[in-house]
C-alpha cells in the first residue's frame, strides 16, 4: 500500500488563521486518509510580496468578514482560534519571519518525522492566534519551544541555527516552492497524484481535495466517533 | 413547520461564477432543506467600488488559479461553467448591469414564485460562463429570454421595463441590501437563524452553513440518490 499513498504538502506560515486550520484538518486526516503529509513551514510576507497580493483585512468589509468566519470556523472546526486584539500590528507590524526561521530549523534539526515541527507550530499558533501574544522575542520563541517538549538547551541552539545563512535560504527556498505551485497567499495544500500536483489555496476545499485523492472528507473532525456528514 | 423554515436569501450577479455554482447549489437544496429561498439579483459592480475590493483576477497566480479551481469545482459540483475566451472583456468591460436590470425586471413582474428569475438567470449564466456568449445587447437576452420560456411579447415588455427608473432603483437597492449585510463580493448568503442575520461569502461555506441552519450537508448533489460524502 505505500506506494500508492499521495503525498500532500502543506504550505503554511504561522502568521495566517486559515493556515491553522487546514493544517489541524491535515494534522487529524493524515492517519485517517492515505496520505504522506509533509509540513512545509515558509514565509508569508514572501508570498505576498512576490505574486502582489493584497493583504484581504484592507477592505472594511472584507475584514469584519474574516472575523466572523474565523470564528465560525473555529468553532466548527474545534480550534481554539481567536483574534489578537490589533491583528494588523500582530500580522503586519510584527510579522512572522523570526518564528517561521525557527519552525525551519527546528525542521532542519528533526530527524525521523515532523512531530516537532507540528508541536512548535501549534505552540507558535496559540501565542498569536489564541492568547494574543508575541511570537517575534526570543522569549516567546523559547516559551513556545519549551511547550512543545524541546529541551532549554535544543531551543538554544535551534535560536542560534534560526540566524544562521542556511536557514535564512531554506526558508526562502520554501517559500518559492509554494510560489512555483502559484501561491498567493496560504496555506497552499499541493496534491501529488499520478506525478502530477494539484493546488489548493485555503482552509475551505477540503472535499474537493479528498475528492481529488479519491478519499472520503467527513468532517473537520474524522476521528471523533460521531464524526458524520 | 411552514413557521420554522429558515429564510435565505441570495444576492448573485451573473457576471460571477462563484455565484452560478452557488445558485445551483441553493436550488438543488430548496427542496431538501427546510429553507425559503429568496433570489435577490444585485449589481457586483456597484459592491466592488462601494466596498473598495479589488477582482481577484488582478494578480496572475490568483487569476491562474481561480480559472482551475473553477474547472474543478464545476466538475465536481455538476456545472456546465467553462470560462470565456477573454474573462477580462466579459466581467469587467462589458460588464452586468444591462442583464442585471432585465433579471430584475423578471423578478419584478413575477409573481407567484421566482421560476422565471431561476430559469432567465440560468440562461444568462450559460451564455457568458458556459458559451462565450454576450449578455450585454438587446437580442441575447430576448435569446435567454426565450430559452427560460417566456413570449416574444412579455420579453418586448420586460426589456421596456428593465430601463425603467424603477427598475434601476430596484436593483440598485438589492445592491445596497447587499452591502447592509457586509458584502464585498457575490454570492452572499444571509441565513436567518432566530431573527439573525448570518451572512456567507462565496461558495465553499455550505457545509458550515449547513451547521448554522440545522440542515445537513450531503454534497453539491442532493437530489441524487447515490449523493454521499
Redesign the interface.
Known sequence: MASSRKVLELFYDVVSPYSWLGFEVLCRYRHVWNIDLKLRPAFLGGVMQS????PPGL????F??MT??LE??AQ?FKVPLSSPSNPFEAMFEKGSLTAMRFVTAVAEKETGGDAQVEKVSRELWMRIWSKDQDITQPASLIEAGLKAGLSASEIDELLKLAQSQPIKDKLKANTQKA?GY???GFPLIVCHVDGKPE?F??S??F??LA??IGE????PQPNKPSAK?
Chains 1, 2 share one sequence.
Open positions: 505574486s502582489g497580493n493584497k477592505v472594511p468589509n472584507k469584519l468578514y466572523k468566519d465560525r470556523l466548527y510560489m502559484g501561491a498567493f493546488a489555496f485555503g475551505d476545499r472535499e474537493l475528492h481529488c472520503k472528507w467527513v468532517g456528514m
